[in-house]
């Protein structure tokens, strides 16, 4: 198979075929029992929560995907306690920094820092994004993950660079956000990035292989002169949008 964007395209084709497939062989991703109570050297990881509101920039990047928006807006009337929390995990030593720090709420998660070193025998920041989210929903309620304002020196400058100029007429940035749907080559080399991987590694951790998958990833520029980029990436049952004749070839092979 020729690849159009050989850079990041092929390991992404290799992540949806692992989401996709039970018995596709190869992956390097074990599902992960590992809780914040059993991190490695646990006295060495500073993990704090606490419930907040979200931002009014964070609302509206929610709106029409069928969340239940009203929820997780403060009412003055009707004072509630906040459904959203504030999650960090952090490890921070001489040898280097691992984290995450992100904002929860039903059916969502926003990711805004991330950060391991390579070399690192720490947790995989996918392993990170599973105990967030999973310390205060059901893993099986996440629809939507937000990887807000990537700065990663590779998945950045390739979406900029590579990605949107495929698309005539489109400049980076936009003000106008971007789909990209699967199984576009763009979608494969999108879920290749480092940024692409640690969703795709998210899930395979979380659910295995065969059982959750990304359907289509959104990119959308924020801020003062549009200069953060934000992905979105939905996330669906790969049972779900199944055909019927797909589903018996399945079950027959």
């Not at 692992?18 to 490695?40: D, F, I, R």
């Not at 995989?124 to 304002?149: E, P, Q, R, V």
Request: hydrophobic share 35%; proline share 7%.
């Amino acid at each position: 198979m020729a690849f159009k964007y050989p850079q990041f395209e092929p390991y992404g084709d290799k992540l949806i075929r692992w989401m996709e497939n039970a018995n596709e062989p190869g992956c390097p991703v074990s599902m992960t029992t590992l809780k914040s109570q059993n991190l490695p050297k646990s006295p060495d990881w500073n993990i704090e929560y606490e419930r907040e509101w979200l931002s009014p920039d964070r609302i509206a990047s929610i709106v029409g995907l069928g969340l239940r928006v009203g929820e997780l807006i403060p009412n003055d009337l009707y004072p509630t306690e906040s459904p959203c929390l504030r999650h960090s995990i952090i490890k921070a030593r001489r040898n280097g920094i691992t984290a995450l720090v992100g904002t929860i709420a039903p059916g969502v998660l926003f990711v805004y820092s991330i950060r391991r070193y390579h070399e690192s025998n720490d947790p995989y920041i996918s392993d990170l994004a599973k105990i967030a989210y999973g310390t205060h929903f059901s893993l099986d309620s996440l629809k939507y993950i937000f990887m807000n304002d990537v700065q990663e020196s590779a998945t950045e400058p390739f979406i900029e660079e590579q990605i949107y100029p495929s698309r005539a007429g489109i400049k980076y940035p936009s003000a106008e956000s971007q789909t990209w749907d699967y199984p576009s080559p763009e979608f494969r080399a999108i879920m290749g990035t480092p940024i692409g991987k640690v969703v795709g590694y998210f899930i395979l951790g979380a659910f295995g292989q065969g059982v959750k998958r990304v359907a289509r990833i959104v990119t959308f520029q924020t801020g003062l002169d549009l200069h953060k980029l934000e992905i979105r990436f939905d996330i669906e049952d790969v049972r779900g949008n199944l055909s019927l004749g797909e589903f018996d070839l399945d079950i027959i092979s």
